[in-house]
């Protein structure tokens, strides 16, 4: 009898713990996006560099992968905002002390606000310029109905560029939480990101 509630009670006890690693982590659509996203972002940031120091022959083809690029970000971003609002997402961990909290509010919330931000000054600029965006050969993303400016084309691809290099300070930060917490607080706290591993709530 004792036996049979000491099993009761270790698979309780699993179930529990199964209960609050799926509570601490992100959906796997969640993760899908950020992953994506991720990744996207920071090629594309490789490919403006690679662009900039380019002879002007090659620069053109290079700047057009950048855009078609930002423009998947810009729909990977919506699907994710969208995922966002209809699922909401774990609360942060509970361990987290109240700097922990604000910083990474803050972060995230930027993060979200250039992922829209660059894409779409960037195809504000290109209608500016009057030009479409090609997007890998395959169709061209559509002209926003906006009048022939290329001064402010010029103007607003400025402000892509500084914003562009925030967004890549923005990731060192996020980066060096990631690594706090893993080698620090050794929490767990990326793998609320992944499918995998164990995660201190
Ligand atoms: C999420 C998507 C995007 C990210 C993360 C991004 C990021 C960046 C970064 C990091 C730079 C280099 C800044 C520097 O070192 O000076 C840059 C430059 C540039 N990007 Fe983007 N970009 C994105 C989308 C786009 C789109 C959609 C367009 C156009 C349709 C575009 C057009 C440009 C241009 C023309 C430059 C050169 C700007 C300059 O410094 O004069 N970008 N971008
Ligand atoms: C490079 C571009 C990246 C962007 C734009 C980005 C963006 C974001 C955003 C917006 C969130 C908040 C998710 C939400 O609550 O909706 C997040 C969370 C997270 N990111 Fe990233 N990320 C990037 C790269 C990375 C990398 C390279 C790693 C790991 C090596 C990482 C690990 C994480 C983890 C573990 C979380 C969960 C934080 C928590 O809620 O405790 N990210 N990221």
Not at 32 to 52: C, P
Not at 78 to 84: G, N, S
Not at 111 to 136: C, H, N
Request: proline share 3%.
């Amino acid at each position: 009898m004792l036996t049979l509630r000491r099993i009761i009670n270790c698979a309780n006890l699993a179930f529990m713990d199964t209960q609050a690693s799926t509570r601490a982590r992100y959906s796997r659509i969640a993760m899908l996006l950020h992953w994506l996203i991720a990744i996207s972002v920071i090629v594309n940031w490789r490919i403006a560099e690679a662009g900039e120091h380019a002879a002007k022959a090659e620069k053109e083809a290079i700047m057009a992968n950048h855009f078609a690029l930002g423009m998947v970000v810009l729909i990977l971003t919506v699907l994710r905002i969208a995922w966002r609002l209809g699922n909401k997402p774990p609360p942060l961990a509970m361990h987290l002390k109240a700097w922990e909290v604000a910083l990474a509010r803050v972060t995230h919330s930027l993060f979200y606000i250039l992922l829209i931000a660059l894409p779409l000054l960037g195809w504000v600029a290109m209608s500016s310029y009057g030009q479409a965006i090609d997007m890998f050969g395959l169709f061209d993303w559509p002209v926003l109905p906006v009048a022939k400016d290329v001064d402010l084309a010029g103007t607003i691809f400025d402000v892509h560029g500084v914003l562009g290099s925030a967004m890549i300070l923005l990731i060192g930060l996020h980066l060096l939480g990631v690594i706090k917490h893993l080698f620090i607080d050794r929490d767990g706290n990326l793998f609320r990101m992944l499918p995998f591993g164990k995660v201190k709530s």
